[in-house]
């Protein structure tokens, strides 16, 4: 009988703290119905100032759900005990902070302590998608805020210059599979990278190679002259596909043309299930769409640590 209350006892608790934690599309429907629409107009108008923004922020939404989960840790500011991720190395080169900022403040002039900055940036990102020709996905939402952030734990990303084992144990790690890096790779499909992520392959490669020999090779040559040796221009660096601003699946067309930039974009020839996903999604728009909604829901819901809703997304309450 005392097995019996505590099964039962055990499985209230369970299903309280899945509630708790659960996600959902229409999480904000009663308490802050305009949430949504009042995000999107901001991110629409950095979008028409700065075309960066849309790259910007759908890669500070990834590296906020690859380091402590989902909460908004990204976001926080060092302090004078802290360095926060946002000053990680891998993290020194995000930007658009500001677009959150805003987005933020006029959420909480309408619903004070209600939205969290975790699940602002996961629908900004979703938004600068959407804005750029992508796909439209329904977010889940319900994230709460997380008060912990360490510049350190920015190790835990994948790394440019990463080979396809060491991608697939960090996607591996957080729940996703070989098919979401695929998808998620195609989020490549937007920005612009400095030299110092892909000079590792046109300078010393190997004892063998100056130029990584995977590279096409007019194509290395172009990177070398965009990136010399001795390289005084200032934010210097290249295109991550052809069609910069627009969401499309230009990326995967020049990863089977050996064109695409870093290591890791590369290396997903190199696997053969990731490789047939590769040629998918070159030949398929469509079919890119849909898998890279369906990945950003599942990236998007990495539970984290969060404990409350910030009132400022660069500080802790």
């Known amino acids: 009988m005392a097995l019996q209350r505590f099964l039962v006892v055990f499985v209230i608790i369970f299903v309280l703290f899945s509630c708790v934690n659960a996600l959902s599309s229409d999480y904000y429907d009663q308490t802050c119905p305009d949430a949504e629409s009042t995000i999107r107009q901001v ?9 960066t923004v849309p790259a910007a922020l759908l890669r500070m939404h990834f590296h906020d759900c690859f380091v402590r989960g989902c909460d ?4 926080l500011n060092s302090t004078k005990n802290n360095q926060a991720e946002k000053d990680g190395p891998p993290n020194i080169s995000l930007h658009s902070f500001y677009v959150i900022d805003v987005a933020k403040k006029q959420i909480e002039n309408m619903c004070p302590d209600v939205v969290s900055c975790a699940d602002i940036l996961a ?5 600068v998608v959407t804005l750029s020709g992508g796909p439209y996905w329904a977010v889940p939402k319900g994230r709460k805020d997380g008060r912990i952030s360490i510049a350190s734990e920015t190790r835990q990303l994948p790394a440019p210059n990463s080979n396809i084992s060491q991608l697939q144990q960090s996607f591996s790690q957080r729940g996703l599979s070989l098919d979401d890096l695929v998808a998620l790779s195609g ?7 400095h030299c110092s992520s892909f000079r590792n392959r046109i300078e010393n490669f190997d004892s063998k190679n100056d130029v990584d020999p995977t590279l ?3 194509f290395a040559a172009n ?21 910069t601003f627009l969401f499309d699946n230009a990326y995967y067309k020049l990863v089977l043309q050996k064109k695409g930039l870093f290591s890791s974009d590369s290396n997903l020839l190199t696997n053969s299930r990731t490789k047939t996903l590769v040629s998918n999604f070159a030949n398929s728009q469509h079919e890119f769409f849909k898998a890279f909604a369906d990945s950003m829901i599942k990236m998007s819901s990495i539970s984290g640590s969060g404990q409350e809703i910030r009132r400022d997304c660069r500080f802790v309450n």
């Open 216 to 218: 096409d090779a007019s």
């Open 72 to 75: 908004g840790s990204v976001l």
């Open 43 to 51: 991110v629409k108008k950095a979008m028409s100032n700065d075309k």
């Open 223 to 243: 990177l070398k002259k965009i990136c010399p040796v001795k390289n005084t221009t200032k934010n210097a660096g290249a295109t991550m596909d052809t069609t």
């Open 123 to 127: 629908l900004a990102a979703r938004d």
């Open 187 to 193: 989020g490549h499909t937007l920005g612009f990278s």
